[in-house]
């Protein structure tokens, strides 16, 4: 166990529908880092938050978003679904941002689009 | 921007024999990380060895080491006396070292089968 948390474990919605993807880093981590793995795409990084505020940004859609709260879980928020973002979603952690510190992966959301 | 490419998509090796898993990137960065990470059918991403560039020594985990050529910017992950639960998707990723991010840059995956 990692100790990064992340909810749901899968979820299944329509088209043109929106859903929240939750992650719980783990204790004493200040970094969150959302990860897209697909068939099409591998594993591909989305975007990292700090302390609350965005670091650093990768190939994330515009309709998709993300924020970090006071308390350090973040949510990764997909809209106006389509059948290609059916993918595992990971969130992982780390203590930095930038230093010499391990990211800790949760076991994924399974989203599948129908 | 910088890449990696892992050539074989799947490979197969009997138990306790050894095999070895290629990786190649590209970058113009002189420091930075490398990392071999192991996915079972859990999905479950679990660090498997980790490389610090400026090191020349090749790192070692029990049974998992690797051969690091800077020059040819090759990382390849040997595993020795392979046994059932090496069976997984292995990915092979490139971190910067500049500081400013952790975001790890993946491969495209070696899928390996381990035959009793």
């Known amino acids: 166990d990692s100790g990064v948390t992340q909810t749901p474990k899968h979820l299944i919605t329509a088209t043109g529908q929106r859903v929240t993807l939750r992650c719980s880093p783990r204790?004493?981590?200040?970094?969150v880092y959302w990860y897209q793995q697909s068939l099409d795409q591998g594993l591909q990084f989305l975007i990292q938050?700090?302390?609350?505020?965005?670091?650093a940004k990768g190939n994330i859609l515009e309709r998709f978003s993300a924020q970090q709260f006071p308390d350090l879980h973040s949510e990764l928020n997909l809209s106006s679904l389509e059948l290609g973002d059916s993918a595992l979603y990971f969130c992982a952690s780390s203590v930095g941002a930038g230093t010499n510190t391990e990211a800790f992966f949760g076991q994924g959301t399974r989203l599948t689009v129908v | 921007a910088q890449t990696v490419t892992q050539s074989q998509p799947e490979m197969s090796v009997q138990e306790a024999e050894t095999v070895t898993l290629s990786c190649t990137y590209d970058?113009?960065?002189?420091?930075?990380?490398l990392f071999w990470y192991k996915q079972p059918p859990s999905r479950q991403m679990i660090l498997v060895i980790r490389q610090e560039a400026y090191k020349q020594q090749n790192a070692t985990e029990n049974r998992f080491s690797v051969n690091f050529q800077k020059a040819a910017k090759s990382f390849s992950l040997k595993i020795s006396d392979s046994q059932l639960g090496d069976a997984a998707m292995y990915f092979c990723?490139?971190?910067?070292?500049?500081?400013?991010?952790?975001?790890?840059?993946f491969g495209t995956g070696t899928l390996l089968a381990v035959q009793p």
């Open positions: 970058t113009s960065e002189s420091d930075y990380y």
């Open positions: 990723a490139y971190r910067s070292a500049d500081g400013a991010t952790n975001k790890l840059i």
């Open positions: 938050y700090y302390n609350g505020e965005e670091r």
């Open positions: 204790s004493g981590d200040l970094s």
